[in-house]
């Protein structure tokens, strides 16, 4: 069981490109947590999806981000004309359902904006 | 809104000194209380869960207790490798973490 993938570890993007963070759960688990860390603050609620289905998004900026979880593939978090104040450690985790409370993170992917 | 605070910030301990990380927490609606370990560089390790007040968790040095308002994680003589930042997490309809301790144990 390789756990909760997230590709790529580290990503630098300058300011105004696009980011795409990936994420496979692990195997049997079909509910996505993504979170984000800032330096010297705790992990932050982003967006929680199923299959082909965003729950709750409440923690997601209204412009520039946006999520997937397709019924192929991995989970996707996207941040379009990315800024300075984007880069962070973003991390997603997974669960087999709902109330699971135990999620199981992935190593995260950590974002740099030049 | 769910909120959750940890002290101290940062905690030196000299090998086999030990000590109490706190986390309290206002939720409504608290379904479950985690702890997690998280190295540089690494994702949150999960270490436990409880539910209710008066449980209690053991595993190793570690020790983790819960009341109405707080949990705390006991580390009983530690050793150089438990230094890591210590996540605590609360879950009423999300889970929500505070911003951690920060453990270091000198040999």
């Known amino acids: 069981n390789a756990g909760v993938m997230q590709n790529p570890r580290h990503l630098v993007r300058r300011r105004g490109q696009e980011a795409r963070l990936r994420c496979s759960p692990m195997?049997?688990?079909?509910?996505v947590y993504w979170y984000r860390q800032l330096p010297e603050e705790g992990l932050k609620f982003m967006v929680y999806l199923q299959k082909e289905n965003i729950i709750d998004e409440s923690g997601m900026p209204k412009e520039r981000f946006s999520a997937e979880f397709p019924k192929e593939g991995p989970s996707i978090l996207r941040i379009q004309q990315v800024v300075r104040g984007d880069s962070a450690a973003y991390f997603c985790a997974s669960s087999e359902d709902r109330a699971n409370y135990g999620y199981t993170f992935g190593s995260g992917t950590r974002l740099t904006v030049v | 809104e769910d909120q959750v605070t940890q002290s101290p910030e940062a905690l030196r301990l000299q090998e086999g000194e030990s000590s109490s990380l706190n986390c309290s927490y206002t939720?409504?609606?608290?379904?479950?209380l985690f702890w997690y370990r998280q190295d540089p560089g690494k994702g949150p390790e999960f270490l436990f869960t409880l539910y209710s007040a008066g449980e209690e968790k053991e595993k190793e040095r570690l020790k983790a207790t819960l009341t109405k308002k707080e949990s705390f994680l006991h580390i009983t003589a530690p050793k150089p490798e438990d230094s890591a930042t210590y996540l605590c997490a609360a879950y009423g309809n999300k889970l929500v973490f505070g911003a951690g301790t920060i453990l270091r144990v000198k040999s």
């Open positions: 195997k049997g688990h079909s509910h």
């Open positions: 939720v409504s609606g608290l379904r479950g």
